[in-house]
């Protein structure tokens, strides 16, 4: 297992960044996502997909290339690699935004890198997602700024959110009702919890 996180960069909008890759983390390009690469002046370690958004392939770069009709986005072919590579920890880039279908499929992306025992962080403009499974996560006291909470799969139970303004203990929270949405920072640590099932967690940033 990796110490070292894992950064992804796909082909849809991107909106800088918010996280800096150390020298030490790996960074993958999920075909056009490259683009945005060499916008910040980051070197990928690999450039991976079907290239049907990049028609031009630096030749002093790794490069792997899968057809186009496959299961895996791009961005979930870089995220099982990242998995298989030791990685627990991730950034998603360029993976909101635009086409909607490809949002709605990083949102669960962030689902399975949960299941899978990792954590996701998939940023969008001004904002950034991420998703917990069976387990905890604490956001740092703010004086302001709106976080939400939704059911991401089957209902969750033994959901607890206290330090925000509306705070709930051992309920549970459907897939079917958007309960969770636009809680607010009160100046307090916001400490989420869920027993039995998956968290879908976004917070604007500062």
């Known amino acids: 297992m990796?110490?070292?996180?894992?950064?992804?960069?796909?082909?849809?909008?991107?909106?800088g960044l918010v996280e800096?890759?150390?020298?030490?983390?790996?960074?993958?390009?999920?075909?056009?996502?490259?683009?945005?690469?060499?916008?910040?002046?980051?070197?990928?370690?690999?450039?991976?997909?079907?290239?049907?958004?990049?028609?031009?392939?630096?030749?002093?770069?790794?490069?792997?290339?899968?057809?186009?009709?496959?299961?895996?986005?791009?961005?979930?072919?870089?995220?099982?690699?990242?998995?298989?590579?030791g990685h627990r920890r991730f950034h998603l880039y360029g993976g909101t935004g635009g086409r909607m279908d490809h949002t709605l499929a990083n949102l669960q992306a962030l689902a399975y890198l949960a299941q899978a025992g990792a954590r996701g962080y998939l940023y969008d403009e001004g904002y950034v997602f991420t998703a917990i499974r069976n387990g905890h996560l604490s956001l740092p006291a703010r004086n302001s700024g709106i976080f939400s909470v939704f059911c991401l799969g089957a209902e969750a139970r033994g959901v607890s959110v206290q330090g925000g303004q509306y705070s709930v203990l051992d309920s549970a929270l459907s897939p079917f009702f958007p309960l969770g949405v636009s809680n607010h920072f009160q100046g307090l640590p916001v400490e989420i919890d869920v027993i039995d099932g998956c968290l879908l967690i976004g917070w604007e940033l500062d």
């Open 2 to 15: 990796s110490d070292a996180a894992c950064f992804i960069f796909g082909s849809g909008p991107f909106y």
């Open 20 to 85: 800096i890759p150390k020298p030490t983390d790996r960074i993958l390009a999920a075909d056009g996502g490259y683009r945005h690469c060499v916008k910040v002046g980051l070197q990928p370690n690999l450039i991976l997909g079907d290239f049907d958004s990049l028609d031009h392939l630096p030749p002093e770069l790794e490069s792997k290339k899968f057809p186009v009709e496959k299961d895996d986005t791009d961005t979930m072919l870089a995220i099982k690699l990242g998995l298989e590579l």
